[in-house]
């Protein structure tokens, strides 16, 4: 870890430890907020890469500083509201939950600027919003599970029950029936981006019931040591490539990984050279934020060739991972053949595609 430099914040009556670069007035000073540990492997993990990343481009002219294991909630607040008061030009706020807290603290600092992953709300002229095509990686992560279950009975570690995850599971899932029509998925609800505990209890406890592979949307790297324990289980990683040797060429087979560093970049570039403007970003892999990570030889030389060929496509912009036709989970006609699933539809997503079974959580 890097090392950890105590602000007091006795206005707030609390205190937080922030890691960052020695402190300069006439530096750009760019700010993360982290809803996990930065050596998570996973989430908090990727997005600590960018900020290194924002350091690295642009050396002694930027300073940048983070809090890592912030809740989602009012600490979050607090923790943002300080951050601003200690000087920083830019806020990236890294999790849905911390969406209602990026906007109240904006409002009461118009000249800093705050970013907000995954959320839509802009509610003032200093928030931006950005994220991930995710749904692109999970249809590969399908493709390949269709291809290498045994069982038929696939899984879904998912954390929260809000469009980002629900996107994944329909994604996941209508790609591994697609080459496989006998699948079957298994979603388990961990409530929770962060917790080994419960996400290697939710991996157990889809293995004891026979799925032999397992995605995630979750932050650790426990479903993998999980499914470690059992031969033929293999799964993914997630948010970030987690290619720790003892867990390749299996279970981890593959991985999705959020490449948030060209954004850091640019976004903390047009801050200093005063081309920033607020925006909406959505990119994924012909963006270069989402990655597919090393496909290891224990896939197939074919389902490996077809893997690649349909990130390739995507990133061509030839296929599109929501392409009709395809039905919500009642039967109910949601896109007409060759129909693709418009943005807005995606972002609001709350519905299971036919086939997939049991309810979303409220």
């Known amino acids: 870890m890097k090392r950890r430099h105590l602000l007091a914040t006795a206005a707030l009556g609390l205190s937080f430890a922030f890691g960052g670069a020695a402190m300069a007035q006439d530096k750009t000073k760019a700010c993360f907020v982290y809803v996990g540990p930065i050596g998570d492997l996973g989430w908090t993990y990727q997005h600590h890469q960018g900020a290194l990343a924002v350091q690295e481009a642009y050396g002694d002219k930027v300073e940048i500083a983070w809090q890592e294991n912030v809740p989602e909630g009012a600490d979050a607040e607090r923790v943002m509201t300080q951050m601003a008061l200690s000087g920083c030009d830019i806020i990236f706020t890294t999790s849905f939950g911390f969406m209602d807290g990026t906007n109240a603290v904006a409002a009461k600092f118009p000249d800093v600027k705050f970013e907000h992953?995954?959320?839509?709300?802009?509610?003032?002229?200093?928030?931006?919003?950005?994220?991930?095509?995710?749904?692109?990686?999970?249809?590969?992560?399908?493709?390949?599970?269709?291809?290498?279950?045994?069982?038929?009975?696939?899984?879904?570690?998912?954390?929260?029950?809000?469009?980002?995850?629900?996107?994944?599971?329909?994604?996941?899932?209508?790609?591994?029936?697609?080459?496989?029509?006998?699948?079957?998925?298994?979603?388990?609800?961990?409530?929770?981006?962060?917790?080994?505990?419960?996400?290697?209890?939710?991996?157990?406890a889809m293995i004891e019931q026979g799925v032999d592979v397992i995605a995630a949307h979750t932050d650790s790297t426990a479903p993998l040591a999980e499914a470690a324990k059992t031969p033929g289980v293999i799964g993914f990683g997630q948010a970030s490539d987690m290619a720790i040797p003892e867990y390749m060429p299996t279970p981890r087979v593959s991985s999705i990984i959020d490449n948030w560093a060209p954004y850091y970049v640019k976004r903390v570039g047009a801050l200093m050279d005063g081309t920033y403007a607020q925006i909406d970003a959505w990119e994924g892999i012909a963006g270069g934020e989402v990655e597919i990570g090393k496909i290891t030889e224990a896939v197939p030389a074919d389902v490996k060739a077809e893997a690649e060929a349909m990130r390739d496509a995507i990133a061509a912009g030839t296929y599109h991972p929501f392409t009709g036709p395809i039905n919500k989970q009642d039967g109910s006609v949601w896109l007409a053949e060759g129909a693709t699933a418009p943005d807005g539809d995606l972002l609001g997503m709350g519905f299971y595609v036919e086939g997939i079974t049991g309810d979303i959580p409220k």
Do not use: C
């Open 117 to 204: 992953n995954t959320g839509y709300k802009r509610d003032h002229a200093n928030v931006s919003t950005y994220n991930a095509r995710f749904y692109e990686g999970r249809a590969i992560q399908g493709h390949i599970a269709g291809k290498m279950t045994k069982s038929n009975k696939i899984g879904y570690i998912a954390s929260f029950p809000i469009p980002e995850v629900i996107m994944g599971i329909n994604s996941y899932y209508l790609h591994a029936k697609k080459v496989n029509p006998a699948v079957e998925l298994t979603i388990i609800w961990a409530y929770t981006w962060f917790d080994p505990a419960k996400e290697a209890d939710a991996a157990k």
